[in-house]
């Protein structure tokens, strides 16, 4: 597939997407069904917003990959990893409507995330079996460990992308950059749907940034944010152990590090703080920034570290060795807690 069929396709899936997302926004808001409505303690939307941009991007993705299969003759053909992949994202995405519509006990929620997770690996085969030569003294097989670690690495993923989506655009769109960097370095979107998925995306973010008129805005909801986590997780995989796209494991942290370290830095925090994990909060790195800045900006701050940390992991795998990567990524992450804990601490005092 050249370039020319890959922005002929996508521009496909974002027609299609568009066309879907904006029929379901309009059935959720006639029928009160899907619409998350504001509040003053942490969502920042100012109408009821309907919560269907998870259902838009699977269903145009679905239509649109039909049209992909039909027009190049593939019936029949499909990777199983990528047949499986759909096939497992139509319950994910139901079980987390659910979790949209009544809520889900953090625990149940994990649950389903590790035996959706489980049945990809015994569907396709696909796990992490190496993580390369990560600390220099050779390849890490992980052996009988691969398939655990790897679910644990697939709830993570899902889990950070999850927790990240609290403005406009930031969960698609890190999970955006992610899948293009991913796509474009190991060579997975010249031969794959993956383009389909960045189109259908992008037909949501039209709605969901407010492109169309803020009145016609869309929200992923906890379906759509776990769906595209779930997405960019396992399209990761994939990439990092198939001979075909040959790309270090480690590069992978580098293309998801926001979401990833943000999680982190969450996690321990709430714990320290005597917090469930899982509790909603206004301390994620926008909700910081947004004390200083626009939701705009904010958002772009955000995206254009996301974009930079993605091409240097790029650069670092280019011109030095494996473990190299991994220490500077090490040095990344405290970097960023350190930089996170400064500009946490000079709002505290700005506001008093």
């Known amino acids: 597939m050249d370039l020319t069929i890959i922005l002929d396709y996508i521009i496909i899936s974002i027609i299609a997407s568009m066309t ?4 379901l ?38 239509v649109s990959g039909k049209l992909y299969i039909d027009l190049n003759d593939l019936t029949g053909y499909l990777p199983e990893f990528t047949f499986q992949l759909v096939v497992i994202s139509i319950p994910l995405l139901i079980l987390f409507l659910i979790d ?5 006990n953090p625990f149940f929620r994990i649950l389903i995330q590790c035996v959706l997770s489980v049945y990809m690996i015994y569907s396709t085969g696909v796990y992490l079996e190496s993580l390369g030569n990560l600390f ?7 052996g009988l460990f691969g398939i655990p670690f790897t679910v644990f690495c697939i709830v993570g993923v899902m889990n950070a992308f999850n927790m ?5 655009g930031l969960c698609s769109g890190c999970a955006m950059l992610s899948l293009v ?13 993956l383009v389909l998925i960045i189109g259908s995306t992008t037909g949501f973010l039209i709605f969901n940034m407010g492109f169309l008129g803020k009145k016609r805005g869309v929200f992923l909801g906890d379906s759509g944010s776990n769906l595209i986590g779930f997405w960019v997780a396992w399209i990761a995989v994939y990439a990092s ?52 800045f626009s939701s705009k900006v904010a958002l772009g701050v955000i995206l254009f570290v996301t974009l930079f940390t993605g ?6 795998e280019n011109i030095a060795a494996t473990f190299m990567s991994t220490i500077l990524f090490f040095l990344y992450g405290m970097v960023y807690y350190i930089v996170f804990g400064f500009i946490k601490t000079n709002i505290v005092k700005n506001a008093k």
């Open 20 to 23: 879907i997302n904006s029929l």
């Open 25 to 62: 926004r309009n059935y959720a808001k006639k029928y009160e069904v899907l619409v998350d409505l504001p509040d003053r303690s942490r969502k920042f939307h100012k109408r009821p917003t309907p919560l269907t941009g998870g259902i838009g991007i699977l269903v145009a993705l679905l």
């Open 100 to 104: 949209d519509l009544r809520g889900l």
């Open 136 to 142: 220099g003294f050779g390849e890490i097989n992980l």
């Open 164 to 168: 990240m989506d609290g403005i406009n």
């Open 181 to 193: 960097l991913i796509g474009f370095y190991s060579g997975l979107i010249y031969d794959s749907m």
């Open 241 to 292: 152990q198939n001979q075909n796209y040959y790309i270090e494991p480690i590069t992978m942290l580098w293309f998801i590090a926001i979401p990833l370290l943000d999680c982190i830095g969450l996690i321990f925090s709430r714990i320290k703080k005597g917090k469930s994990w899982s509790t909603a909060g206004r301390d994620h790195i926008h909700h910081k920034l947004m004390q200083k």
């Open 311 to 316: 091409l240097f992991g790029i650069f670092i």
